[in-house]
C-alpha cells in the first residue's frame, strides 16, 4: 500500500502533504469499475485477492448475477467466510497495538495505530465498520484541525465510493463538517483547497452542476486530490460544467486557453475539440 500512495502524481502541482498521506483505499478507480461492471473475472479477481473486501465481493457478485454477467468461476461463500475470518484476527491485532500505544507511548503513535486501523477497515472491511473506525480517530484527545480534517476527507471518500446516502454516513456529512471547522478557523491552506475539490465532486454527484462549476474552475489551478480521481478527469468535469453556466468570454478565457487545459490537452482531445465545436458557444473570440 506504501508504494501505491507514494507513486500518485500531481499535475497540479506537487503532492501535498495531506495527498501523499492519503490512504490508497478505497480506489476510486475500481468504484468505476464496479459501475460499469466491466471485465467481471478481472474485477472480481482485484476484489478477491488484492483489495481482498468480502462486503464488496459479494456486492459485486449480485450485481452481476441481476445482469446476467456472473462468470462460472468465483468465490464461494465459505472462502468469503475464510477472509472475513482472517481479517477480523487482523483486526484485533491492529486494536492490540492501539491499547500497546496508548499504555507505553505517546498520543502521536495512539493516532498512528489508530489510523492504521481506520484504514484497514477501508479496504477489507463493510463501510459501517470502516466508518466507525475513522470516528475513533476524530473522538481521540488533542486531535489537530488538520487530522480532524483529513479523517473526514477520507470518511468521504467511503461514502463517495459506496455511494452512502444516510444522513450521517453521506460524502455530504462528513464534508460539512469539515467546512465547519475550516469556518472556526482551522485547516491549512492545502486541506482547505482539497476539501473544494470534495464539495465540487459533491454537487456533481448531486448533478448540481450550477453549485459545482465556479468550484471546479477554482481547484483547477490547486488541484491536488489524486485519491479521488486522476487531474486529468477532473479537467473534464470542470469544463463540461462550466460549458453549461460560464458566460462565453470566460469560456474561452479559462476553458480554451486556461493553462491548465492546455498542459494536458493531448489527453483529452475529445473533450476539448468538442468545446469550440458546439455551435452554441461559438463567437468572435474564439
Request: net charge negative; charged share 25%.
Amino acid at each position: 500500500m506504501a508504494e501505491e500512495t507514494e507513486t500518485k502524481a500531481t499535475k497540479g502541482g506537487a503532492p501535498s502533504a495531506a495527498e501523499e498521506n492519503a490512504a490508497p483505499y478505497p480506489d476510486m478507480s475500481l468504484a468505476q469499475r464496479v459501475h460499469q461492471l466491466k471485465d467481471p473475472t478481472a474485477l472480481l479477481e482485484e476484489i478477491g485477492t488484492k483489495v481482498r473486501n468480502a462486503y464488496l465481493y459479494r456486492q459485486v457478485v449480485q450485481k452481476l448475477k441481476e445482469q446476467n454477467k456472473l462468470p462460472s468461476a468465483y468465490l464461494s461463500d465459505d472462502q468469503l467466510q475464510a477472509l472475513e475470518t482472517t481479517h477480523a484476527e487482523k483486526l484485533k491485532e491492529l486494536e492490540a497495538a492501539v491499547t500497546e500505544a496508548g499504555e507505553n507511548a505517546g498520543d502521536m503513535e495512539v493516532l498512528e495505530a489508530r489510523i492504521a486501523v481506520a484504514r484497514y477497515c477501508s479496504q477489507c472491511m463493510d463501510p459501517t465498520t470502516a466508518l466507525a473506525a475513522y470516528q475513533k480517530v476524530r473522538d481521540l484527545p488533542k486531535l489537530s484541525t488538520g487530522k480532524q480534517m483529513d479523517a473526514l476527507m477520507e470518511s468521504a471518500r467511503l461514502a463517495f465510493f459506496y455511494q452512502l446516502t444516510d444522513a450521517q454516513q453521506s460524502p455530504d456529512y462528513f464534508i460539512g463538517v469539515a467546512e465547519k471547522l475550516l469556518e472556526k478557523g482551522g485547516g491549512d491552506w492545502d486541506r482547505r483547497n482539497r476539501l473544494k475539490v470534495y464539495r465540487a465532486l459533491a454537487k456533481l454527484w448531486h448533478r448540481d452542476t450550477s453549485s459545482a462549476s465556479p468550484l471546479l474552475l477554482e481547484g483547477m489551478a490547486t488541484f491536488s486530490c489524486n485519491e479521488l480521481c486522476p487531474y486529468a478527469d477532473f479537467l473534464v468535469y470542470a469544463m463540461l460544467a462550466n460549458l453549461l453556466h460560464l458566460e462565453r468570454p470566460k469560456v474561452h478565457e479559462k476553458i480554451l486557453q486556461g493553462p491548465e487545459i492546455l498542459a494536458v490537452q493531448l489527453e483529452i482531445p475529445n473533450v476539448v475539440g468538442f468545446v469550440p465545436s458546439d455551435k452554441r458557444l461559438l463567437c468572435k473570440c474564439i
